[in-house]
């Protein structure tokens, strides 16, 4: 089975940036989508972007303009490039896909932003 292991979380000052990695213990490419999530304390978690086998993106409204995510085939990785950072993104991000038909979840990285 699939693991995804997250990493790049940390503290940052509002306005600052970050960039999230997700990497998969196989390849990716028969994975169509893979994507981030977050969850903030309190609420339930949220898409923050998707990307296909193709490279087709989606973003939630609240980060469209400010993140983009990135696929490599070739090292089995996700990125989430995180710029004009803002107080609400703070949360618990997390890599997902679904591997044989079942969800896959890495393990999680904190973001938090101070303002």
């Known amino acids: 089975q699939v693991q995804l292991v997250e990493s790049g979380g940390g503290l940052v000052q509002a306005g600052g940036s970050l960039r999230l990695s997700c990497a998969a213990s196989?390849?990716?490419?028969?994975?169509?989508?893979m994507g981030w999530y977050r969850q903030a304390p309190g609420k339930q978690r949220e898409m923050v972007a998707t990307i296909t086998r193709s490279g087709t993106t989606t973003y939630s409204d609240s980060v469209k303009g400010r993140f983009t995510i990135s696929r490599d085939n070739a090292k089995n990785t996700i990125s989430l490039q995180m710029n004009s950072l803002k107080s609400e993104d703070t949360a618990v991000y997390y890599c997902?896909?679904?591997?044989?038909?079942?969800?896959?979840w890495g393990q999680g990285t904190q973001v938090t932003v101070s303002s």
């Open positions: 196989v390849s990716i490419l028969p994975m169509n989508r």
């Open positions: 997902h896909t679904v591997s044989w038909g079942i969800d896959v």
